[in-house]
C-alpha cells in the first residue's frame, strides 16, 4: 500500500484536486499574489527617487493599486482554497461512511473501529490542517519567494547569489527533524484513540463494576491509558517546539549574512540607498516564504503518516454489492461447516438440511457454538471452512443486498438509535402510521408508547437510555415485523424479556414465522417446544436433534437440561 501512494496520486490529493474551475482560480490568483505581493517592496524606491510633487502623488497610487491588488488576490486565494479543503474533507468523510455502507458483516467484524473513527475525526482533521493548508502554504509561500528572487536579480546579481547560497538554510531544520515529528505524531493518535476506546469501556463497564464492588480497577487503568497518552502528547509537543526553535535559528542566518552584504555594496557605491530599501524589503519576500515554505514542508511530512493510513481506509475493497433482489429461500444446506474465533474450532464438521418454512431451534450451554452457527448463516462471518448454501448457491455469493432483504435478525443485544420510535422501527422504511402501530401492539407496546408525551415521535435517547432492556428487545423485534422477511433469525431474542411479556411476543413469534423459515437460539426451552426441529450442541458439535416430544423420549442431554429448568422453575 505504501509503495502504490508514493508512485501514484492518492485518493485524498485526487479529491482535492476535482474541482477543475476552483483549482484554476486558487492558482491564477496565486500567480497574481505572487507578482504583487513582492512588488510592494519597490513603493519606497518609487518615491525616493520621484523628481516631483506630482510624481510622488502618481507613485502613491501605483503603490495603493499594488497594495490592493496584493491584498485582493491573497483574499481570493485564501478563501477558495479554503472552500477546497472544506468540501474535500467532507467528500472524504462521504467516501468512508460509503465504504462503510458497503462493507459486507464480515469485513465488518474485522475492521479496526478505533482506527476508522480517528480516521474520521482526529486524524482528517490534522491531514486538513497540516497537509492540505501545508501544501497551500508551501505552493503560495514558494511562489512569492521565486519572483522576489527575480526582483533582487534586477536590483543587484550580487545580493542574488548570496541570496541562492543561504536559502538552502531554512530547509536544514525540517529534514532534521522529519522522521522524529512523523513518529510522534503518529504515537499520539494512537494513544488517543485508545484513550476513545476506554473511555467508552469506562462509561458501558462502570455499572458492572460497582457492582462487583471493584470500581477503582476500570479506573486504575483509565488512568494509566490517560497518563501515556499525555506523555505522548508532551512529547509530540516537546518535539515541534524544538523544531520551531532550531528552525528559526537557522533560518535567521542567511538574512543577516545578506543584509551584511548589501550593506557592503551601499558602502562600494554598487547599490543606491533607494534600492537598499527596496532589496531590503525584498528580503523579507526572500527568506520569510522560505521560512514559511519550510515549516508547512515540516508539516506535510509529519500529516504523511496520518494521510496514509486514511488513504488505506479510502482504498479499502468492499464487497460485492449487485443490485438487489428479492429470493424466495426454499432450503437451507449445510455441509462440514467448521469455524474458529482463534486457533481452535468453535464449530466441528456440522452438516445440516432445511427445508422452507421449518421452524429450528438451537439449544446448549453457554460457549457451545449455537450463536456462532447463527452467525455463520447469518453472513456475519465468511471465512468458514465447508459450505452454506441458500436454494443451492454458495452463500458467499449472495451479495449483502440481496441476503438482508430477505432476512429478519433479531440479535441478543438490540441497538436503538437516538431518534424517534418510529424511525427505530421503519429504519428508513416508507411505513405508514397504521403500520408502525400494528406492530407495536403484536409485541406488547401499546400502553408504553401510547404513554409517551409525543407517542411514535418521541425522541429516543442514545442506545435506548430511556427504556428498559426488555422494551428494547421489543421495539427490535417490531422493526423486524415490518421487514415481512423469507427467513428469521432469533438469537435469544427473548432473554430480555419477563414472562408474562413472553407470552404476547410468542404469539406474535407464531404469527410472524408462519411459513417462515426461521432459526431461534433460546435458553429457555418452553419457547420452543412447538419447534419442528431442535439441534442439541455440545463443544461445536450437534449431539442431538429431533422434536421436543422425541428429544425427551432419548432422556439424554436436551432432556436433563428441560427437566433441570422445569425443575428450577
Known sequence: MKKNTKNKISQIDKILMSNKKQNIITAFSMILLAIF????????????????????????????????????????????????????????????????????????????????????????????????????????????????????????????????????????GPRLFADKLRKTKSEYAKSYNTVCSKINEMLHGTETLLTCGKHSFLFQKMQRVSDDNMQKDFD??????????????????????????????????????????TANGLLNFIISPFRQTANSYQSVKSARALKDRIDELLAQKTSNQMEKKNIEITSIDIKKLSFGYGESDVLKDVNLTIKKGEKVAIVGASGSGKSTIMKLIGRFYLNYRGRISINN??????????????????????????????????????????EVWSAIEKVGLTELVSSLPDGINTELAEGGGN???????LLCIARVMLMHPAMLILDEATSSIDTRTEVKVQKAFAEL????????VAHRLSTIQEADLILVMKDGNIIEQGRHEELLAKKGFYANLYESQFAIS
Open 467 to 473: 427504556i428498559s432492556q426488555g422494551q428494547k428487545q
Open 37 to 172: 505581493a513582492p512588488l510592494k517592496s519597490f513603493v519606497a524606491q518609487w518615491l525616493i527617487d520621484s523628481p516631483s510633487i506630482k510624481a510622488i502623488f502618481v507613485s502613491v497610487l501605483i503603490g495603493a493599486a499594488v497594495v490592493a491588488m496584493s491584498h485582493i488576490c491573497e483574499y481570493i486565494v485564501r478563501n477558495t482554497f479554503n472552500r477546497m479543503a472544506t468540501r474535500s474533507v467532507s467528500e472524504i468523510r462521504g467516501v468512508l461512511c460509503e465504504n462503510l455502507k458497503n462493507m459486507s458483516l464480515s469485513q465488518i467484524h474485522v475492521l479496526p473501529m478505533e482506527d476508522w473513527q480517528s480516521a474520521y475525526t482526529n486524524d482528517l482533521k490534522i491531514v486538513c490542517d497540516d497537509y492540505y493548508f501545508g501544501l497551500f502554504n508551501m505552493a503560495m509561500w514558494g511562489s512569492m519567494g521565486l519572483v522576489a528572487v527575480v526582483y533582487m536579480a534586477v536590483i543587484s546579481p550580487a545580493l542574488l547569489i548570496v541570496s541562492l547560497v543561504m536559502v538552502c538554510f531554512p530547509f536544514i
Open 236 to 277: 509530540m509537543k516537546q518535539t515541534e517546539t524544538v523544531a520551531t526553535i532550531i528552525t528559526s535559528l537557522i533560518t535567521w542566518i542567511p538574512g543577516f549574512v545578506i543584509m551584511v552584504a548589501g550593506a557592503m555594496l551601499v558602502v562600494q557605491g554598487k547599490l543606491t540607498v533607494s534600492y537598499l530599501i
Open 513 to 520: 414465522m408462519e411459513g417462515r423459515t426461521s432459526f431461534i
Open 393 to 434: 448457491e454458495d452463500l458467499k455469493t449472495l451479495s449483502d443486498a440481496t441476503f438482508y432483504s430477505s432476512v429478519g435478525y433479531i440479535p441478543q443485544e438490540p441497538f436503538i438509535f437516538a431518534d424517534t420510535v418510529r424511525n427505530n422501527i421503519c429504519l428508513g422504511r416508507n411505513c405508514s402510521d397504521e
